[in-house]
């Protein structure tokens, strides 16, 4: 199914200051991303409002989206905790009875 794209900016680039068609479609293909213990995205289970996510591809500059997947208990807000570069990163949240499942995809 195609994705509208609506009210796009596109900065730093040659199309910068370029007006948009903003009734154009436009289509993707399968994104296939990696997962594992090389991983940029998967799914980790809260346990008392906190886990641990195992994987080499977190920098200490990574930025980490999370999402509840609607499975388990979450009665908080998610939150990124530490990051140990080439290792791992705390999901955690601000109630510590949660038992959510969390999906997580890294931006670096």
Request: aromatic share 2%; proline share 4%.
């Given at each position: 199914?195609?994705?509208?794209?609506?009210?796009?900016?596109?900065?730093?680039s040659p199309l910068a200051n370029q007006e948009v068609n903003t009734t154009s479609s436009v289509t993707f293909?399968?994104?296939?991303?990696?997962?594992?213990?090389?991983?940029?995205?998967?799914t980790a289970v809260l346990s008392s409002g906190t886990v641990t996510v195992s994987t080499t591809a977190v920098t200490a500059n990574s930025k980490v989206l999370l999402t509840w997947n609607?499975?388990?208990?979450?009665?908080?807000?998610?939150?990124?905790g530490t990051i140990v570069?080439?290792?791992?990163f705390v999901i955690a949240s601000t109630a510590g009875t949660?038992?959510?499942?969390?999906?997580?995809?890294i931006l670096n």
């Open positions: 199914m195609p994705t509208e794209i609506h009210n796009a900016a596109i900065a730093d293909a399968k994104v296939t991303l990696p997962t594992g213990a090389a991983g940029i995205t998967g609607g499975t388990g208990t979450l009665t908080g807000i998610l939150k990124r570069a080439g290792t791992s949660d038992n959510a499942q969390v999906d997580w995809l």
